[in-house]
């Protein structure tokens, strides 16, 4: 072979290699990019049926509605890469979770975990407190409620501002309005909305007051203990007739009459009954405890034993009797023709004589330093002395004589409230006396209240049309603030606890913040509520209303 085919055989070899090496050096690289953009469940043709996805780097997290199907769920899928497996027209079992695979262009691989979940209906309140730190000047110690179902109850001290606390919630569940750490007016009930994931919602009622308990019953005989702040049944006891009349308290035991002619004594934590005594007729009028006795009266005037309803005496004096016991005497209505003012020995049940003025004893007698206060029908108003018995004064209110007034009167810081008639016929009115001398301080007329509510400076009374609530001063009698009320009453206005309490004319026992009406709840009886409850805080004192012989 020539020294020139040798060459030219070897220049063609170079040439070879060199196109060779130069066609690899310019062939593209292959893509090793292997992500998703979108996976999508089209799981309904509802709008409104939401789907929450989360992409991660190797994971996939979906949540939807409950009640859908994941058995047989062809997706959606977007991504960056040769394939996926399974393939995106490939129906796939939801139920568990599902691996996707997806392969680059250079044969690289990424596997995604799919896992599907329902949203969750969990959606509870599980603590409110009261923290001593977010309410600072107002709670000097954290205050815990109370969740019971959809109910929360919040015991603050007797006197904590209401207007602005701030709670602090827990909670299981999605969002919470009004937010937790915001403060609030809790004068009034204040509803929470919790909603779950799966935007199904719970509404919480927020009850907030000082400790204690309400003690009333019904025109279907029965007999209520209610939580003052939230309204709940401690418990109901039924007797076999109307309940008329306000319950009074001995010791533990609560003190009821009833329409059926008998006193009951009850367990005022359990309801149970302890004993009961007939007394001949129905009772229309609070019972009375002093001297470790309970005067009562129907058509007849008893004294019993408060431990065992044991009759000690009977003065067989006409009903109805309204009763006011001071130390040995016992200032008793004559439910005769005339309605005069009797008084008794508390002890013996001997009448003791008085010089009484007919129609006088319409109303409850009421007991202040050494004098008795009582209004009636003769449009006046007499003191006498509790231990001597005369007349001390009388004033006579400025109207027609004969109209029947049936004010239980109301003593208060040296001064005498009653309601009665004014100038004009039918118009009503409150005065106000100086209780040593009688003599007039202020009257506001188109006012009512048989049995004037004074507390802290200020009283509470309707207006004629028992719908609104006037706060007059007590000293002066000037307006300091109204408010309407949502019902329409004929009983007095009661309060206790700062909180107002006002049944209406049909079945339902209301509780009102005193200062702006607020509604805090509506308690619907079995029958008509006619009478102001009995309230007895935590530490056991006991409110009682005016027109019980033990409040003034």
């Known amino acids: 072979m020539s020294y020139h085919n040798i060459f030219c055989r070897f220049g063609i070899l170079i040439l070879a290699v060199s196109l060779i090496v130069s066609c690899k050096k310019n062939k ?11 996976f999508h469940l089209p799981i309904s043709g509802d709008p409104s049926v939401l789907e929450e996805t989360h992409i991660g780097d190797d994971t996939v997290s979906i949540n939807i509605p409950p009640g859908v199907s994941l058995s047989n769920i062809t997706p959606t899928i977007s991504f960056v890469g040769k394939s996926i497996s399974p393939s995106t027209t490939s129906s796939e079992d939801f139920t568990k979770p599902v691996r996707y695979t997806i392969t680059a262009q250079d044969g690289s691989t990424k596997t995604y975990v799919v896992s599907v979940r329902f949203f969750s209906s969990t959606k509870n309140i599980t603590s409110f407190v009261f923290r001593a730190t977010d309410n600072p000047g107002i709670l000097s110690k954290d205050v815990t ?12 001290p007797p006197g904590t501002d ?5 709670p602090d919630i827990t909670y299981n569940g999605h969002v919470i309005s009004p937010v937790s750490k915001k403060a609030q007016d809790f004068s009034g009930t204040v509803n929470y909305t919790l909603t779950a994931e799966d935007l199904t919602s719970v509404t919480y009622k927020v009850f907030t007051g000082a400790a204690g308990t309400l003690y009333f019953g019904d025109n279907n005989g029965y007999i209520y203990a209610l939580d003052a702040v939230s309204a709940r049944i401690k418990w109901k006891f039924q007797t076999d007739g109307a309940i008329v009349a306000t319950p009074t308290v001995y ?8 329409s059926d002619s008998y006193v009951y004594a009850i367990d005022t934590a359990k309801g149970k009954l302890i004993w009961k005594t007939f007394v001949g007729s129905g009772v229309t009028e609070p019972p009375c405890v002093a001297n470790d006795k309970i005067y009562v009266g129907g058509f007849e005037f008893y004294a019993l034993d408060a431990r065992t309803g044991k009759e000690i005496w009977n003065a067989g004096t006409r009903g109805p009797i309204s009763i006011t016991v001071s130390g040995d005497k016992a200032f008793v209505t004559d439910g005769s023709l005339y309605y005069s003012i009797l008084v008794y020995n508390a002890s013996t049940g001997e009448q003791i004589p008085i010089k009484s003025v007919s129609y006088l004893g319409l109303s409850n007698p009421a007991v202040a330093n050494g004098r008795v206060y009582t209004q009636g029908a003769e449009s006046l108003l007499q003191a006498y002395s509790v231990s001597t018995l005369d007349t001390l004064w009388t004033y006579f209110l400025p109207h027609v004589i004969g109209n029947p007034v049936s004010s239980a009167p109301t003593i208060n810081n040296g001064i005498v409230y009653f309601c009665g008639y004014g100038q004009n016929a039918g118009e009503v009115g409150i005065y106000a006396l100086d209780a040593i001398t009688g003599t007039r301080k202020w009257y506001v007329p188109n006012t009512y209240q048989r049995a004037p509510l004074v507390q802290n400076g200020s009283i509470w009374v309707t207006n004629a049309n028992r719908d609104a609530i006037f706060i007059l001063d007590a000293q002066s009698g000037q307006q300091k603030a109204t408010f309407k009320l949502p019902i329409t009453t004929n009983v007095d206005t009661f309060m206790a606890g700062n909180i107002l309490f006002q049944p209406d004319k049909g079945q339902s026992l209301w509780a009102f913040d005193p ?5 805090k709840w509506q308690f619907v009886a079995t029958g008509a509520v006619t009478t102001s409850p009995l309230f007895i805080d935590g530490s056991g004192n006991i409110t009682r209303p005016g027109n019980s012989g033990e409040q003034n």
């Not at 409620?145 to 603050?156: E, F, G, L, Q, Y």
């Open 28 to 38: 593209p690289e292959l893509s090793a990019d292997k992500y998703l953009i979108q």
């Open 145 to 156: 409620a109370t969740i019971r179902n959809d109910s929360i109850v919040a015991m603050v």
């Open 162 to 166: 209401l207007s602005k606390l701030v």
């Open 251 to 258: 010791k533990n035991t609560l003190i009821a009459g009833s």
């Open 515 to 519: 200062h702006n009406g607020a509604t």
